[in-house]
């Protein structure tokens, strides 16, 4: 710990040293008076001091066009109260909110500390520029994953092992944390929001699913039905007991809180590598789509899961998942082989993009426009995509299939 002190009190010299460097040379520029000594050729009659020229005026009507153009090019770079000045090259995931705010989790995976932060952009344009943020703030640990909870909490997952909650202010440029809790005994992977919003889980590497209840900040339950690190969980819409999680032993787990044996394990024979990712499909209760390491994507039925529907997408493992708001919702996914795909209900690819130059780690569809898809990753790039909109969603044709 003294090394580190050290180094900072270090670099905070250095930095002082820099900044009277910069003042004396712009005195030097500026023609300061020189350090007092002898004259060395003093002149006896100096003549007639001259005047001073007016300063020049600008011409009439250029202060008003100044002003015009400083507002056409978009609002000031200013970094609101106890954001962060730098934000961290790793993304690891986006969420739009109802509104159209974008909130982003970012984390330093290659510096001496493992921080992380928040950041929310009521612009998401604007996004990843730290000075053009609504709110941001400094984690102590790196954000392993996150997301909305109701219009201001932020539900994370952080690689200290802590389940964290924050909140925005009622003016939103200030993030409050709320509770930290150290519940699990490694990093915790995923998070998600039950429905209802009360509740909510989490799934951590130290094998660990944890039902948790906002209000009370307290555990409700307990499972280690994994014995490896669990890498997704996902909540069912409309059902407050029911969620997804899946891990590293190769075991997809289908949870119902209310039953005494709450896990039952999923065996779907379309992926036969380790699972990484879950996602409910948002129509359908007994639907979801599940994301392998060797990049295949099937769309799997709770009640008959030899029957998936499968194909493969990606040539490296799939982080992520992310179904449209149409009638028949499109999927989107990302993977560690930098891309984003998105598919329609026959898993028939409609959109590809490789613009990525690192793993691809979050993905959030517009609430706004239904065919921009928003994907963020560790090559700290946020890229808007323009995805084609089917013939029959464009026509207002109900392509939900019965």
């Given at each position: 710990?003294?090394?580190?002190?050290?180094?900072?009190?270090?670099?905070?010299?250095?930095?002082?040293?820099?900044?009277?460097?910069?003042?004396?040379?712009?005195?030097?520029?500026?023609?300061?008076?020189?350090?007092?000594?002898?004259?060395?050729?003093?002149?006896?009659?100096?003549?007639?001091?001259?005047?001073?020229?007016?300063?020049?005026?600008?011409?009439?009507?250029?202060?008003?066009?100044?002003?015009?153009?400083?507002?056409?090019?978009?609002?000031?770079?200013?970094?609101?109260?106890?954001?962060?000045?730098?934000?961290?090259?790793?993304?690891?995931?986006?969420?739009?909110?109802?509104?159209?705010?974008?909130?982003?989790?970012?984390?330093?995976?290659?510096?001496?500390?493992?921080?992380?932060?928040?950041?929310?952009?009521?612009?998401?344009?604007?996004?990843?520029?730290?000075?053009?943020?609504?709110?941001?703030?400094?984690?102590?640990?790196?954000?392993?994953?996150?997301?909305?909870?109701?219009?201001?909490?932020?539900?994370?997952?952080?690689?200290?092992?802590?389940?964290?909650?924050?909140?925005?202010?009622?003016?939103?440029?200030?993030?409050?944390?709320?509770?930290?809790k150290y519940e699990h005994d490694d990093i915790v992977m995923a998070v998600a929001v039950l429905a209802g919003s009360t509740q909510v889980v989490s799934g951590g590497r130290d094998f660990c699913v944890k039902v948790w209840d906002l209000p009370q900040q307290t555990v409700l339950h307990s499972y280690r039905a994994h014995s490896d690190a669990v890498t997704c969980v996902a909540s069912c819409p409309g059902k407050d007991t029911v969620f997804l999680s899946c891990a590293e032993d190769n075991r997809t787990l289908l949870w119902d809180t209310r039953c005494p044996k709450p896990a039952t394990r999923i065996v779907c024979s379309a992926c036969n590598h380790l699972p990484t990712s879950v996602m409910w499909h948002p129509h359908k209760s007994d639907i979801f789509a599940l994301g392998d390491e060797n990049g295949t994507v099937a769309l799997v039925d709770t009640k008959n899961p030899d029957s998936a529907l499968s194909s493969t997408v990606h040539a490296r493992n799939i982080t992520g998942f992310a179904f449209s708001t149409h009638s028949s919702p499109l999927l989107a996914s990302i993977s560690e082989d930098c891309s984003v795909a998105v598919l329609d209900s026959d898993l028939s690819e409609v959109f590809r993009s490789r613009s990525h130059q690192d793993f691809v780690k979050g993905l959030s569809w517009s609430p706004s426009d239904n065919a921009l898809l928003t994907t963020v990753g560790w090559d700290h790039q946020v890229l808007h995509h323009t995805v084609p909109i089917p013939t029959a969603e464009a026509s207002g044709v109900n392509c939900v299939k019965e």
């Open positions: 710990m003294a090394a580190a002190g050290g180094s900072r009190d270090g670099a905070g010299e250095r930095a002082l040293s820099r900044e009277e460097a910069v003042r004396a040379a712009r005195e030097h520029v500026g023609g300061a008076a020189p350090a007092p000594g002898p004259d060395p050729d003093p002149d006896p009659d100096p003549g007639p001091a001259m005047e001073e020229p007016p300063p020049e005026q600008p011409p009439a009507g250029e202060e008003d066009a100044d002003a015009e153009d400083a507002a056409a090019a978009g609002p000031e770079w200013n970094i609101p109260p106890n954001a962060p000045a730098c934000m961290e090259r790793h993304l690891e995931g986006a969420h739009y909110r109802a509104d159209g705010a974008l909130l982003l989790g970012a984390s330093g995976l290659n510096g001496r500390c493992w921080a992380g932060s928040l950041w929310v952009f009521a612009d998401p344009r604007r996004a990843p520029s730290e000075g053009f943020c609504t709110a941001g703030v400094q984690t102590e640990a790196g954000v392993a994953d996150l997301c909305w909870v109701a219009d201001r909490g932020i539900l994370v997952a952080s690689d200290s092992g802590a389940v964290e909650l924050w909140e925005l202010d009622e003016k939103e440029t200030l993030i409050v944390n709320k509770f930290c």
